[in-house]
């Protein structure tokens, strides 16, 4: 149900926090009925858009290591994600043939690939490799899509009744015609620099980040892998209660540290061009007096289920437990559908706490690229989260097994 704080303390909150706000952050709305109020948002990088390609992990995971980057040196970059995906590409390629099919292969993927790749292979800016050559000004893979998948169901057939290994050079002319040839060189500010060379400068490196989930079909401070299909890399997350998760993201972004985010958006209370994501205990009964009702009857069943969930300021929403959460992941109601980056929290009029997170769908909604999920939404949409170890409570750390217990 809402979570409403005491009026003092929000004020006091606020007022304490407003220094931290950065200058340039997403003005809240103040004319409609929720009254977003920002109490902390950590630095960001402008918002991008992955446009039409199912990339939203890679952005997300590009994301936050250019936030990581921003806050220990105050530098803001802009880094490849098509050298990421393509990466990813040929590895999941790789090992789906390795496989005879039986694993993932997909446009989808983790925050987690990308520091994957980061070790594996570095990074490199945008400059360097903006990855579209097929003459559209944003990304549009559903051709390049298909055609890989085809191309890899058809080795994985075997119709010489064993597999060429030639169809490398087959998959990689397909991402070289749409993503373009990788630089093994590049020259950045003046310097030159190797992928790996040019991760090396960054300050950053898969170790020092740790992946949360909360889910009870495993025990508890124990990794396990995540049994979801865009987890090809079968990478292990801690399990903890869903309290300490939400603890995590809030010392982190008290902290200064964004937090990748895994979630369903899948819900009808997700309103991307609103900016808010509710979990209502309740639906809008819209009514149906005079001519209301002759615009309802010729609403699609579809528009009427958007239109329930349409709201202008904060309602009462679900009370989640582990229970209620686990079940909605056991049911499938809750979905692997995308990832985003927690960015801060806010109040709406009420005192209610959401969660303000950065999206990678271009700026045109309510709030120029962000969206405002509510307490509620977070505790039983989230999948997983992707965090710095640093921003982990030392308490919560010591039962993960983070660091030495005393």
């Given at each position: 149900?809402?979570?409403?704080?005491?009026?003092?303390?929000?004020?006091v909150?606020?007022?304490?926090?407003?220094?931290?706000?950065?200058?340039?952050?997403?003005?809240?709305d103040?004319v409609?009925?929720f009254?977003?109020?920002?109490?902390?948002?950590?630095?960001?990088?402008?918002?991008?858009?992955?446009?039409?390609?199912?990339t939203?992990w890679?952005?997300?995971?590009?994301?936050?290591?250019?936030?990581?980057?921003?806050?220990?040196?105050?530098?803001?970059?802009?880094?490849?994600?098509?050298?990421?995906?393509?990466?990813?590409?040929?590895?999941?390629?790789d090992?789906?043939?390795?496989?005879y099919?039986e694993?993932?292969?997909?446009?989808?993927?983790?925050?987690?690939?990308?520091?994957?790749?980061?070790?594996?292979?570095?990074?490199?800016?945008?400059?360097?490799?903006?990855?579209?050559?097929?003459?559209?000004?944003?990304?549009v893979?559903?051709?390049?899509?298909?055609?890989?998948?085809?191309?890899?169901?058809?080795?994985?057939?075997?119709?010489?009744?064993?597999?060429?290994?030639?169809?490398?050079?087959?998959?990689?002319?397909?991402?070289?015609?749409?993503?373009?040839?990788?630089?093994?060189?590049?020259?950045?500010?003046?310097?030159?620099?190797?992928?790996?060379?040019?991760?090396?400068?960054?300050?950053?490196?898969?170790?020092d980040?740790?992946?949360?989930?909360?889910?009870?079909?495993?025990?508890?401070?124990?990794?396990?892998v995540?049994?979801?299909?865009?987890?090809?890399?079968?990478?292990?997350?801690?399990?903890?209660?869903?309290?300490?998760?939400?603890?995590?993201?809030?010392n982190?972004?008290?902290?200064?540290y964004?937090?990748?985010?895994?979630?369903?958006?899948?819900?009808?209370g997700?309103?991307?061009?609103?900016?808010?994501?509710?979990?209502?205990?309740?639906?809008?009964?819209?009514?149906?007096?005079?001519?209301?009702?002759?615009?309802?009857?010729?609403?699609?069943?579809?528009?009427?289920?958007?239109?329930?969930?349409?709201?202008?300021?904060?309602?009462?929403?679900?009370?989640?437990?582990?229970?209620?959460?686990?079940?909605?992941?056991?049911?499938?109601?809750?979905?692997?559908?995308?990832?985003?980056?927690?960015?801060?929290?806010?109040?709406?009029?009420?005192?209610?706490?959401?969660?303000?997170?950065?999206?990678?769908?271009?700026?045109?909604?309510?709030?120029?690229?962000?969206?405002?999920?509510?307490?509620?939404y977070?505790?039983a949409?989230?999948?997983?989260?992707?965090?710095?170890?640093?921003?982990?409570?030392?308490?919560?750390?010591?039962?993960?097994?983070?660091m030495?217990?005393?």
């Amino acid at each position: 149900m809402r979570n409403i704080m005491a009026i003092g303390a929000v004020a006091v909150s606020i007022l304490a926090a407003s220094a931290q706000t950065p200058a340039d952050s997403v003005a809240c709305d103040s004319v409609k009925g929720f009254g977003f109020v920002d109490q902390v948002v950590v630095p960001c990088t402008p918002v991008k858009d992955q446009n039409k390609s199912g990339t939203c992990w890679c952005f997300t995971g590009i994301s936050f290591l250019e936030h990581e980057i921003l806050r220990q040196t105050g530098d803001t970059l802009d880094l490849s994600e098509m050298f990421v995906v393509r990466h990813c590409y040929q590895d999941k390629a790789d090992r789906y043939v390795r496989m005879y099919g039986e694993s993932n292969f997909a446009p989808g993927g983790s925050a987690l690939d990308v520091t994957y790749v980061l070790t594996r292979y570095g990074l490199v800016p945008e400059e360097a490799y903006p990855g579209i050559e097929y003459g559209e000004a944003k990304h549009v893979h559903g051709e390049m899509d298909g055609i890989l998948r085809h191309l890899v169901d058809v080795v994985v057939s075997k119709p010489a009744k064993k597999v060429f290994p030639v169809w490398r050079k087959a998959f990689d002319g397909v991402l070289d015609a749409y993503l373009g040839v990788p630089p093994t060189e590049f020259v950045y500010k003046g310097k030159t620099y190797t992928p790996q060379s040019f991760a090396a400068t960054l300050g950053v490196k898969a170790d020092d980040y740790v992946a949360v989930t909360s889910y009870t079909h495993h025990p508890f401070y124990e990794p396990f892998v995540l049994e979801i299909a865009d987890n090809w890399l079968w990478e292990r997350y801690i399990n903890v209660p869903m309290e300490q998760m939400e603890a995590i993201v809030d010392n982190a972004l008290a902290n200064g540290y964004s937090v990748a985010w895994a979630a369903d958006v899948s819900e009808p209370g997700f309103k991307w061009t609103q900016g808010y994501a509710l979990m209502p205990a309740e639906v809008n009964q819209s009514s149906l007096e005079g001519t209301e009702l002759a615009r309802w009857v010729k609403l699609s069943d579809k528009d009427r289920d958007a239109e329930r969930y349409n709201f202008d300021g904060p309602v009462d929403e679900i009370d989640v437990t582990q229970e209620l959460r686990q079940q909605m992941f056991d049911s499938q109601e809750t979905t692997d559908d995308h990832a985003m980056m927690i960015v801060g929290i806010a109040v709406d009029r009420l005192g209610n706490k959401y969660y303000k997170v950065k999206n990678s769908w271009d700026t045109n909604n309510e709030y120029g690229g962000y969206f405002y999920a509510s307490r509620a939404y977070f505790l039983a949409k989230t999948l997983n989260v992707y965090v710095n170890k640093q921003a982990v409570p030392q308490d919560i750390a010591r039962q993960m097994g983070l660091m030495q217990k005393k």
